[in-house]
């Protein structure tokens, strides 16, 4: 069976887009297709007007890690490494030189609200602390498309609730924001609301 089929989305630059669905409903598949980790088996996606099949690796790869930053629902922070170290793991891959590494990380985490955090370790964070040095992570490289993916499902709803005030807040600031959710009021907040089902779209609302 085919996690999705004739599914025709266009995400414009600057919008924010959340996507609800049932599991199993192809949200993550979605999200990892917009993100170029996956790529449809028919059917075409373009980023930015160009055929992303038709890209060869080292574009491939320079646009996951340059244009594009990547939200989870459980954090993926790397247990051995100070927060600051998290945060410029992107970097690593990409072209800056090591000597910004750092005072960009902490920029990032500035823009989040965790500076005072840089150097302790993922283990001494809450959760709605996590998530934050995650997104920071994410947005490190600046990247043009911010993806999440039920970033507040492992969080309380007050934490939750900073958490999704926080990805507003980098909406309007200019980031392409597409958030994948089953919070109902949370989903509510974007400018589009693209319903999933048995991988078909089953419907788009303006909220
Ligand atoms: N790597 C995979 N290989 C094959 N099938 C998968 C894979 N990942 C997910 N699926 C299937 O694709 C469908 C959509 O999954 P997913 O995108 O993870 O849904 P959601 O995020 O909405 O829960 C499900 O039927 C799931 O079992
Ligand atoms: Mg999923």
Redesign the pocket.
């Known amino acids: 069976?085919a996690?999705l089929t004739e599914v025709s989305l266009d995400i414009r630059e600057g919008e924010k887009v959340a996507i609800m669905?049932p599991?199993?409903?192809?949200?993550?598949?979605?999200l990892s297709i917009l993100g170029c980790l996956d790529r449809p088996t028919r059917g075409e996606h373009l980023f930015e007007g160009r055929s992303v099949a038709e890209l060869d690796d080292d574009t491939l790869s320079r646009l996951r890690n340059r244009a594009i930053g990547f939200v989870f629902q459980s954090f993926h922070l790397l247990p051995h490494l100070s927060v600051a170290e998290n945060v410029e793991t992107p970097l690593q891959y990409g072209e800056r030189p090591m000597r910004e590494w750092r005072p960009r990380a902490l920029e990032a985490l500035g823009r989040v609200g965790l500076a005072a955090r840089a150097d302790h370790r993922p283990s001494e964070l809450s959760g709605g602390e996590a998530q934050r040095a995650a997104i920071a992570r994410a947005l490190v490289v600046e990247p043009r498309l911010l993806l999440a993916d039920e970033p507040t499902g492992n969080l309380d709803t007050a934490t939750g609730g900073e958490i999704a005030a926080l990805l507003d807040e980098l909406h309007a600031q200019g980031s392409t924001v597409v958030l994948v959710t089953h919070n109902e009021p949370l989903a509510r907040r974007a400018e589009r609301l693209v319903t999933?089902r048995d991988?078909r779209i089953e419907g788009e609302t303006r909220p």
Do not use: I, N, P
């Open positions: 069976m996690a669905g599991s199993g409903s192809g949200k993550t598949t979605l999933l991988g």
